[in-house]
């Protein structure tokens, strides 16, 4: 989700230096960004002028050093692994101004396990954005006990300058969004598992019947199932609940390479699109 949270705040007037330590990714993060302003000014969001404006505040590194050196905001996306973020959270403690504030935008993992040991876990919160970042509307500012109220007030009002609204949540697995989201997700797909309904017919139930922008399946597809897979483990350690136990289907899905629309393939067929 890089790209996207980079893309809403190079169009918000904000310096954004993108990282990551593959350049391919790198490359298909610009791509997506540019093909993103486009699609803005194809739809008479955004004019020329501002688009290569919004671009011209756009850098990339491999470094973090190279690119959090004098940030005043830093929000990580990299994969839902605690040990691989409260590795980048210790190596960013010693590169960033000691007022920098430090995100995730991590969907289920608790932030105090994250800030567990850091030198200023106070200036340590979850900032979770939603796919894609440049539609959806809501940003979830996730606090843990040690999180400074100077902090949140830095987070909403960064959330408000990308033009989200925020609500605050606590540091509860799941917090809110992805224990609600997955509980639903994960029955979705048990219904498929069980023949109840095709995964369209299904979602146009979520869609036409509750107004859902996005069926449960669909986001699947889009979130990517091995995501959601390791949200769903996540979450049926930290509650002991059953809703939360990953279905027989996702993780077969997963164990074959049908991962959803970065795959091409998932509950939906995604080769044709771009």
Wanted: proline share 5%; with cysteine.
């Amino acid at each position: 989700m890089g790209h996207g949270i980079a893309q809403v705040a190079i169009q918000s007037g904000l310096e954004v230096r993108l990282c990551d330590a593959q350049p391919l990714v790198l490359d298909r993060a610009l791509q997506q960004i540019r093909s993103g302003l486009d699609r803005s000014v194809e739809k008479g969001r955004l004019d020329a002028a501002r688009r290569e404006a919004a671009l011209g505040r756009l850098a990339t590194a491999r470094d973090p050093r190279e690119a959090a050196h004098d940030a005043d905001l830093v929000i990580e996306a990299i994969p839902e692994r605690l040990e691989l973020k409260q590795a980048l959270f210790a190596s960013l403690e010693e590169i960033v101004p000691a007022s920098c504030l430090l995100a995730s935008n991590t969907s289920s993992l608790r932030i105090a396990s994250i800030a567990a040991g850091r030198r200023r876990p106070e200036r340590i919160l979850g900032m979770h954005f939603f796919n894609p970042v440049p539609v959806m509307a809501l940003l979830e500012i996730v606090v843990h006990a040690g999180t400074a109220p100077e902090s949140l007030q830095q987070a909403r009002e960064a959330g408000a300058r990308l033009g989200k609204t925020c609500i605050v949540v606590q540091d509860s697995p799941g917090f809110a969004s992805s224990r609600l989201g997955i509980a639903l997700g994960l029955e979705a797909i048990r219904m498929v598992e069980q023949g109840v309904a095709s995964p369209q017919d299904i979602d146009t139930a979520m869609e036409l019947g509750y107004r859902h922008p996005m069926g449960p399946l669909r986001l699947t597809d889009v979130v990517g199932l091995d995501v959601r897979l390791a949200i769903a483990e996540s979450l049926h350690r930290e509650l002991g609940s059953e809703a939360f136990r990953p279905p027989r289907l996702l993780v077969e899905m997963v164990r074959e390479g049908r991962l959803g629309k970065k795959s091409g393939r998932g509950f939906y067929d995604w080769s044709g699109s771009s």
